[in-house]
């Protein structure tokens, strides 16, 4: 497995703001995701996060909303733009470690309280 | 897309009993994977199935990846106040390519164990 530190862990934010979510790997990996949880429900896919090349974004998710950048193969970040309360949720972080593996590993979340 | 039914929703067991979740797709899927999720935590890969039949174990949890491969099985044996928590099932949406990594989640299933 691999070792994924997201930050921040949790934050409450205003509506109208962004918040950047960051995400670390101790070790380079192929793959890199954003999910999110809502309250009491399962995970949803956002994106794909691709190094060096725009995110691949799910059916429901849009770049403005969610930019997502990764720069190198241990980093990315994922923004959530012009908050709402809606937008209350976990969001996790997700890496595979090899391609063609389809084992994921989670970051521990970050959850976002929009008031 | 695919989806995940998992079943049921919630259980509460008293300690020392065995527990039996599943989760059940309306198309093949080709991997079976087997997460926990703790309070304030990411979920925790507890196991990976890859075969049609294949029956794997990791300590007192047992999964089956059936035989139709639209279905698998989590058995937890003699069950104890740590494994309390949110079990999803998961799984990639398709087969190869761009998917690896990209997971399908069920609605997961709440475990609560009284001492």
């Known amino acids: ?40 429900q399962s995970l949803t896919l956002i994106a794909t996060a691709n190094q060096g090349s725009e995110a691949t974004y799910e059916s429901g998710f849009v770049i403005d909303k969610f930019p997502i950048s990764r720069p190198n193969l241990t980093f990315s970040t994922l923004t959530v733009s012009n908050m709402s309360p809606e937008d209350s949720s976990i969001y996790l972080c997700s890496v595979v470690l090899r391609h063609g593996n389809t084992e994921a590993f989670f970051g521990q979340g970050t959850r976002l309280t929009v008031v | 897309g695919q989806q995940l039914n998992q079943s049921p929703q919630s259980m509460f ?27 304030g935590e990411g979920p925790v890969l507890l196991i990976a199935l890859y075969k049609a039949g294949e029956l794997t174990s990791n300590g007192r949890l ?35 390519g761009t998917s690896y990594g ?9 475990l609560t164990v009284h001492p």
Do not use: H
């Not at chain 1, 934050?11 to 999910?35: A, E, K, N, P």
């Not at chain 2, 008293?14 to 080709?30: K, L, R, W």
């Not at chain 2, 639209?70 to 106040?81: E, Y």
């Open chain 1, 1 to 40: 497995s691999a070792v994924i530190s997201q930050k921040p862990s949790r934050d409450i934010c205003q509506r109208g703001t962004s918040l950047t979510i960051q995400c670390q790997v101790d070790s380079q990996v192929t793959m890199m995701f954003w999910y999110r949880q809502q309250p009491g």
């Open chain 2, 13 to 39: 067991i008293q300690e020392g009993e065995d527990v039996s979740m599943n989760c059940t797709s309306s198309s093949i899927f080709n991997t079976w994977l087997w997460y926990k999720q703790d309070p």
């Open chain 2, 62 to 96: 047992t999964a089956q990846f059936g035989i139709t491969r639209k279905d698998s099985f989590l058995n937890i044996s003699a069950s104890i106040p740590s494994d309390v928590g949110i079990y999803f099932c998961a799984g990639p949406p398709r087969a190869g």
């Open chain 2, 102 to 110: 990209k997971l399908t989640f069920g609605q997961g299933t709440i």
